[in-house]
């Protein structure tokens, strides 16, 4: 049975897709992965087939009519009768419920967050536009999934689906924790540099920090501007911006971090109950975290206790949290830490992609 799977993403970076598509490929599924190159091209190896759709705009305006278009062409190029359509995120479901209609095949629909209700978009006409989309297919969706219960359970209030909730959480780490005796201590921000993440407000918490470097990984369009706060603030010497990494080479910065940090701003509601992929991502490094009071970060709170809560984005009341998890050092939370590795892990979430499509499977062939 052929997947063809299909996002407007850097297939680059996005670790949720290549854990998908790995899970579904190690299942017996042909796999035809399609992407673009908007934001950049990296060299991948994959076991399975994949492709990038060139890009001629200049500006997300344009760029997603343009994607959408072409990816339409390349579905009805690749697909067929014995075909599963996969599409992640609003972004690319148009071209893929029109194919899915065409050639009556099943289509499967995986929402990573809820697009409509991003920060980027707020407010901006182009809101209204996602907004009516969403309106338009997510009800007739009759095969989803999610990236958190509360993603899900917003998705069934308002559009009568019924969501798999398949968290994006790394593999679990197996080989033995070494924690190293830093000096200065690292702070960890991994992840997009966009507004609503709390990190302009993390990075003016180190004046009340002392012995500390801020490493700051990933890219996006706020990092101009928080590279000027540093400045502004005369904080070189704290924070450090260390660009894009692949994930082999993320993993590796996130195991030297003494404190990581997930501090997500009520943006909207696909902020709000969210589950950031960086929260597994520290905990199968057994990396302590400061974390925002969101419904899904309290929820691993309260079952594994990997850090520290915060309830408001002051950047003394940040200092003071990091503080509380530098004294104790990660020693300390290494039990909790270790139990959460074992629940937060890939292979828990496995099955679930694997009951959902067998389930496509005997319904539709």
């Known amino acids: ?145 999610t990236e958190s219960q509360s993603y899900a359970e917003w998705f069934s209030a308002k559009y009568h689906v019924n969501p798999v909730v398949v968290r994006n959480i790394p593999r679990r780490i197996t080989e033995p924790v070494e924690i190293p005796n830093n000096n200065p201590k690292i702070i960890l921000y991994q992840g997009v540099i ?31 501007e928080y590279e000027e706060l540093v400045r502004k603030e005369n904080l070189g010497n704290k924070v450090e911006f260390l660009g894009k990494l692949i994930p082999t080479e993320l993993r590796k910065i996130t195991k030297t971090a003494d404190v990581a940090l997930s501090l997500e701003e009520n943006g909207g509601v696909s902020y709000l109950y969210s589950l950031p992929n960086k929260v597994a991502d520290s905990v199968q490094a057994r990396v302590p975290l400061v974390l925002i009071n969101f419904p899904e970060m309290v929820r691993v709170y309260h079952q594994f206790k990997v850090g520290e809560l915060i309830e408001n984005h002051d950047p003394k009341n940040i200092a003071d949290k990091i503080k509380v998890v530098l004294e104790k050092g990660r020693a300390f939370y290494q039990p909790e830490l270790k139990k959460a590795a074992a629940a937060l892990c890939w292979e828990q979430e496995e099955s679930k992609i694997i009951s959902l499509f067998k389930k496509v499977i005997a319904e539709n062939f």
């Open 194 to 224: 966009n507004q609503s993440r709390g990190i302009p407000q993390a990075i003016l918490a180190t004046h009340f920090l002392d012995n500390v470097i801020f490493k700051i990984v990933g890219d996006g369009p706020k990092r101009i």
């Open 1 to 145: 049975m052929k997947i063809i799977v299909s996002a407007f993403s850097s297939l680059y970076t996005d670790q949720r897709i290549e854990k998908v598509c790995e899970t579904l490929y190690k299942n017996g599924y042909e796999i035809v992965l399609i992407g673009n190159d908007w934001g950049g091209a990296g060299e991948m190896q994959r076991p399975y087939q994949f492709s990038r759709i060139r890009h001629s705009s200049s500006s997300l305006k344009s760029a997603y009519p343009e994607f959408n278009w072409k990816l339409y062409k390349e579905l009805k190029k690749n697909a067929d009768k014995n075909t599963i359509l996969l599409a992640n995120d609003l972004d690319a479901l148009l071209p893929n419920v029109l194919i899915s209609k065409k050639l009556n095949i099943p289509l499967v629909f995986d929402s990573h967050e809820i697009f409509t209700e991003m920060p980027a978009i707020q407010g901006r006409f182009t809101q209204k536009i996602w907004r009516l989309l969403e309106k338009r297919l997510v009800p007739n969706i009759r095969y989803m999934m």
